[in-house]
């Protein structure tokens, strides 16, 4: 199914989510922003048990789009006097916090640059896949702003303090090599290869337990949370994964010596 800038489609049990709007390396424009609430939507609703999200074309995700056609007058006016936080509240914002709060796992195939916002969207993949020629890019100091989108706060965690510290006041250009080494993705492919060996990661989460979904939230949750809030959060988990078919599908399969058929509740 098709949403203008976003193309949006499902195979078996696999939704691939393609940011579409390559004729500015997809960045986020207005209406590219519509169109992915609107896919959301759908993903939050339907059957899909794994989200792919890739861009097309050469890029990922540019970032913020400075030079949309598409903003109303009223919001050039407010980026002029300095009000970028308008945007980051009205959409950006709550468009990660969904993210990071879907049921189900996220796979990013990165198939280009990654700046900005986009990096972030990047980083939200539970596997994040990327190809040889992708790169990353904190931009923001080099238009003087300051990091957005939850990059404060997912990249010191993800490879420190100082790598961290480096990417945004030097907002230099990032190899997917050096990415890999660093941590900051799972796994590095060729550039033909990246789709296919997404889409095989993706089935292969899709064909799950309901638990991976229970899996996620507990290590998002854990970034937040002290040592005995997580032991209170593993057992309230463990409780609501072992009331599930899929429990009792993966015992039986134990038992029986035989590989699990799990179909996701």
Same mark, same amino acid.
């Given at each position: 199914?098709?949403?203008?800038?976003?193309?949006? =489609?499902?195979?078996?049990?696999?939704?691939?989510?393609?940011?579409?709007?390559?004729?500015?390396?997809?960045?986020?424009?207005?209406?590219?922003?519509?169109?992915?609430?609107?896919?959301?939507? +759908?993903?939050?609703? $339907? #059957?899909?048990?794994?989200?792919? *999200?890739?861009?097309?074309?050469?890029?990922?995700?540019?970032?913020?789009?400075?030079?949309? #056609?598409?903003?109303?007058?009223?919001?050039?006016?407010? /980026?002029?006097?300095? =009000?970028?936080?308008?945007?980051? /509240?009205?959409?950006?914002?709550?468009?990660?916090?969904?993210?990071?709060?879907?049921?189900?796992?996220?796979?990013?195939?990165?198939?280009?640059?990654?700046? $900005?916002? $986009?990096?972030?969207?990047?980083?939200?993949?539970? *596997?994040?896949?990327?190809?040889?020629?992708?790169?990353?890019?904190?931009?923001?100091?080099?238009?003087?702003?300051?990091?957005?989108?939850?990059?404060?706060?997912?990249?010191? +965690?993800?490879?420190?303090?100082?790598?961290?510290? =480096?990417?945004?006041?030097?907002?230099?250009?990032?190899?997917? =090599?050096?990415?890999?080494?660093? $941590?900051?993705?799972? +796994?590095? /492919?060729?550039?033909?290869?990246?789709?296919?060996?997404?889409?095989?990661?993706?089935?292969?989460?899709?064909?799950?337990? +309901?638990?991976?979904?229970?899996?996620?939230?507990?290590?998002?949750?854990?970034?937040?949370?002290?040592?005995? /809030?997580?032991?209170?959060?593993?057992?309230?988990?463990?409780?609501?994964?072992?009331?599930?078919?899929?429990?009792?599908?993966?015992?039986?399969?134990?038992?029986?010596?035989?590989?699990?058929?799990? *179909?996701?509740?």
């Amino acid at each position: 199914m098709e949403h203008g800038r976003i193309l949006l =489609e499902t195979t078996g049990d696999v939704a691939v989510m393609t940011l579409n709007d390559p004729s500015v390396l997809n960045a986020f424009g207005r209406k590219l922003r519509e169109d992915m609430t609107v896919a959301m939507d +759908r993903v939050e609703a $339907g #059957p899909a048990r794994c989200l792919v *999200i890739t861009g097309a074309g050469r890029a990922f995700c540019s970032g913020a789009n400075l030079n949309d #056609p598409d903003r109303a007058n009223r919001d050039r006016a407010a /980026e002029a006097r300095g =009000e970028a936080r308008s945007d980051l /509240e009205a959409w950006y914002n709550p468009m990660f916090l969904r993210l990071r709060a879907l049921s189900i796992p996220i796979v990013t195939a990165i198939n280009g640059m990654a700046a $900005g916002a $986009g990096m972030s969207l990047a980083l939200t993949g539970d *596997i994040r896949i990327a190809a040889r020629s992708a790169s990353f890019l904190q931009a923001f100091a080099r238009i003087g702003l300051v990091p957005d989108c939850g990059s404060s706060w997912l990249l010191p +965690r993800m490879i420190g303090m100082a790598r961290a510290m =480096e990417l945004s006041l030097l907002a230099e250009r990032l190899p997917a =090599e050096t990415a890999l080494s660093w $941590g900051l993705i799972n +796994r590095l /492919e060729d550039d033909a290869a990246l789709m296919p060996k997404a889409m095989d990661m993706a089935r292969a989460l899709a064909a799950g337990p +309901r638990s991976l979904g229970l899996i996620r939230q507990m290590y998002w949750e854990g970034m937040d949370n002290r040592y005995s /809030e997580q032991l209170d959060l593993e057992a309230k988990l463990q409780s609501q994964a072992g009331m599930t078919r899929d429990f009792e599908e993966g015992v039986a399969a134990f038992r029986e010596k035989r590989p699990a058929q799990f *179909i996701g509740q």
